[in-house]
């Protein structure tokens, strides 16, 4: 799917953010940076993580310039409050930066980090993967502890599941 105007993409990315916002409030604040094991990263790891990627590194190579990522530690935000209140007001800048875009700008390349070219559409739809793959480590991490988790769609697999017609009526 290749992005051809902001408009329309910025409109799926708040629906897309907002479901891992709803993951993300799923964290008890007192869990907030426990992890599955010694040197890996906790829940505030996470959401500092997709807050400050989206604004310091999506958004700025999508706008043409480098990347100004920060890292992901506490010293960003610390505390649930102040985490969350991070992830907002990150989200809020990306997007007034991303609302600029114009069909040109989507266009001309993004250069990454790592040094690769793509038309800046191209690096917006690697944003989106990015975050799907943040969010299932959330997912994973919640279930570890034993915290229920919204289904990402309104139905749960097994609900799914009992309103699909039986595989052998389908042949």
Request: glycine share 8%; aromatic share 10%.
């Amino acid at each position: 799917m290749e992005i051809t105007s902001i408009e329309p993409f910025l409109s799926y990315w708040e629906g897309f953010r907002g479901r891992t916002r709803r993951v993300m409030m799923c964290i008890p604040p007192e869990r907030l940076e426990w992890t599955h094991r010694e040197g890996a990263w906790t829940f505030g790891d996470l959401v500092r993580h997709l807050a400050a990627i989206e604004r310091w590194m999506f958004a700025e190579n999508a706008a043409g310039r480098p990347s100004r990522y920060p890292g992901h530690g506490r010293d960003l935000a610390d505390g649930w409050d102040a985490t969350i209140a991070y992830l907002d007001a990150m989200h809020a800048e990306a997007m007034d930066i991303l609302r600029a875009l114009t069909p040109d700008d989507l266009r001309r390349p993004a250069v990454t980090p790592a040094g690769a070219s793509m038309p800046a559409w191209k690096w917006l739809r690697a944003m989106v993967e990015h975050e799907a793959h943040h969010r299932g480590q959330i997912y994973l991490m919640l279930g570890m502890i034993g915290i229920p988790t919204p289904p990402i769609f309104g139905l749960t697999s097994e609900e799914v599941r009992d309103r699909s017609v039986p595989l052998e009526q389908t042949a």
